[in-house]
Each structure stands twice: as C-alpha cells, then as structure tokens.
C-alpha cells in the first residue's frame, strides 16, 4: 500500500539555497553535484515542510503536481530497496503516472 505521496522537486527552478535540506526532520532532501536540490524516495514521509520553505516555489505535493514535471528526473534511492519498499515504489509510480527512473545525483 502507497503511505507517501512524497514531494516532487522542479530542478530547473531550483536555485540549491539548501532551505529545504535544512528543514526536513528525515534528511530526504540533498543537493546534487549539479547544485540542485533532489529528493531521497524512500526517506520522504510526507511532513511537507520543504514546501513551505523554498523560496522559489519549486516543491510540491506529488498529487499537486503538473503531469510533465512528475516525468522529469527529481529523486534518487540512498539504498538497496527491500522487497517490500520496491512493491511501494512500484504502487507510487502507478498511483502517480509517474514514469521517471531514480537518477543518482551525487
Ligand atoms: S528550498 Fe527550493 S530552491 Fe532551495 S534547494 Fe530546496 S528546492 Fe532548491
């Protein structure tokens, strides 16, 4: 079963700040090599502070989310799923129409 919808990052609008890095209790937020804010999946449970935090407006709630943005690289996985967080991934994906793969941003 889904728990979290998570959060989906624009990466374009992104300025790396880091405000939202900062703000998560569960550190599922980092900054890519590229200077970019990316989202850690299976750490995400939806506390939604980073949203309120950036200041350029570019975290939002998956479900809140326009379709084209969703298809764009934003999270990554920190480790090897269990099989069980794998199934979750999957139901994410349907439940979302999201077809993008995790990219390592590091
Ligand atoms: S708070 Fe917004 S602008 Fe700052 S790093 Fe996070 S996503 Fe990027």
């Known amino acids: 079963m889904v728990k979290y919808q998570k959060?989906?990052?624009?990466?374009?609008?992104?300025?790396?700040?880091?405000?939202?890095v900062a703000t998560?209790?569960?550190?599922?937020?980092?900054?890519?090599?590229?200077?970019?804010?990316?989202?850690?999946?299976?750490?995400?449970?939806?506390?939604?502070?980073?949203?309120?935090v950036c200041p350029v407006g570019a975290i939002s709630k998956t479900s809140e989310t326009a379709e084209?943005?969703?298809?764009?690289e934003w999270f990554s996985f920190d480790k090897k799923l269990s099989e069980e967080e794998m199934k979750e991934f999957e139901e994410w994906r349907n439940k979302f129409k999201i077809k993008s793969e995790p990219k390592n941003f590091r």
Not at 29 to 45: A, N
Not at 68 to 72: D, I, N, T, V
């Open 7 to 20: 959060v989906v990052i624009d990466r374009e609008t992104c300025i790396g700040c880091g405000a939202c």
């Open 68 to 72: 084209e943005l969703k298809q764009k």
């Open 24 to 52: 998560c209790p569960y550190q599922a937020l980092d900054i890519g090599k590229d200077g970019k804010s990316f989202l850690i999946w299976e750490k995400c449970k939806d506390v939604f502070d980073c949203i309120a």
